[in-house]
């Protein structure tokens, strides 16, 4: 007989910011915010009210959380509702080798695992011996004696379930559930706690009388399906109900890689050329080192533009052959500025390689001309 799944969803606590913490201890307890500019040695950490700029958050302690600012939120928005929180840069090589020291860690406990991203995991359990709570304890301890950081477990029947229960008791929380705790544990969250439920299908969801998970789950199937389409109903139906059969994917093949940098002040391609040359550039060669780091090539290359008015554009190329190099990758990223306006200002540029995969040799491309040049 097959024993019933029991799947782990690992999410490490405010995981940017717990990593700087870890170097700066005589700041745990404060409101701190990361996503400024390097400090110079021997300056004072600056203050959020004292920021000038377009930058955003990337992270913030739960400190800065409770005045209300959040990951993606604009520095100098977040700056109205906490003035006086620190402000960090990102050391995104610390953040690397701290991902990877929890992930070791956590699979030295449960093998079949699955990678979200740099700061959570999914977890088969169904195999490993011991009850759930224990299985738990065991993977923070584990954690924390890897990277000296906090994370947040939720324990249920499927990856759905198992990602709203790890939210629900952070920081440093474990969250265990069964198919009939889904009343009272799931339905009173918000429809959009779902991972799927964006703004503008909460608001439509809302627009209906549907504000939780508990109404949308009471709600009538052919009425979602004929508001939302096929598929998308019919997912938020079985989302509602706590069903999901997905298995968790040990491997994984990227769909994409991709750079993107908001400008600090914006930027004419006329007037601005050579600082947008520039931007290109770093980005072209960031992106040659993801993919040379991951063995990949492309053979899709893409360029994503936001105007001064928030209008944002994209343009993709397919390649005869795939590339690696830098000089490949811009080339064919000049090639995608050709199609789009640059008689406005910017406020970002993007550079995308898709359509990944090995191959034995690069494809080489000569220069074209730049139409920021």
Not at 56 to 82: C, D, H, N, P
């Amino acid at each position: 007989m097959t024993p019933p799944r029991r799947i782990a969803h690992l999410d490490m606590d405010a995981f940017f910011a717990s990593v700087e913490l870890l170097a700066r201890p005589e700041l745990k307890g404060f409101p701190v915010v990361v996503g400024g500019r390097r400090i110079p040695e021997g300056d004072a950490i600056p203050r959020l009210k004292d920021y000038r700029g377009r930058g955003v958050i990337t992270t913030a302690t739960y400190e800065a959380r409770a005045f209300g600012v959040r990951s993606g939120m604009g520095l100098m928005k977040a700056a109205q509702l906490a003035p006086e929180a620190l402000l960090l840069p990102a050391d995104f090589e610390a953040y690397r080798r701290a991902s990877r020291a929890f992930k070791a860690a956590a699979a030295s406990l449960a093998p079949v695992w699955e990678d979200r991203g740099i700061d959570e995991i999914f977890l088969d359990l169904t195999e490993v011996e011991g009850d759930s709570r224990t299985l738990g304890l065991r993977l923070k301890a584990a954690v924390r004696e890897a990277t000296g950081l906090t994370c947040s477990i939720g324990i249920t029947p499927n990856k759905l379930l198992s990602k709203l229960a790890s939210e629900l008791d952070k920081p440093d929380g474990i969250t265990v559930l069964t198919s009939e705790d889904i009343p009272t544990r799931i339905w009173p969250l918000p429809a959009s706690a779902l991972n799927g439920v964006g703004p503008k299908a909460a608001e439509r969801l809302k627009a209906l009388g549907l504000d939780s998970l508990g109404q949308v789950a009471a709600a009538d199937p052919a009425l979602l399906i004929a508001r939302f389409g096929d598929h998308y109903g019919a997912w938020l139906h079985d989302a509602a109900h706590g069903r999901d059969d997905r298995p968790v994917v040990t491997t994984r093949d990227p769909k994409s890689i991709s750079r993107e940098t908001t400008f600090e002040r914006d930027l004419h391609p006329k007037a601005d050329r050579d600082l947008l040359s520039g931007h290109l550039l770093k980005l072209c060669e960031g992106l040659s080192a993801d993919l040379v780091r991951k063995g990949l090539y492309a053979r899709g290359i893409g360029i994503k533009l936001r105007y001064d008015d928030f209008r944002t554009v994209t343009r993709d190329t397919t390649l005869d052959l795939p590339v690696q190099d830098m000089e490949a990758l811009r080339a064919a990223a000049r090639s995608c500025l050709k199609r789009v306006d640059l008689d406005r200002r910017l406020r970002l540029l993007g550079v995308r390689a898709s359509s990944l995969g090995p191959a034995e040799r690069p494809r080489t491309s000569n220069e074209t001309p730049l139409p920021f040049e």
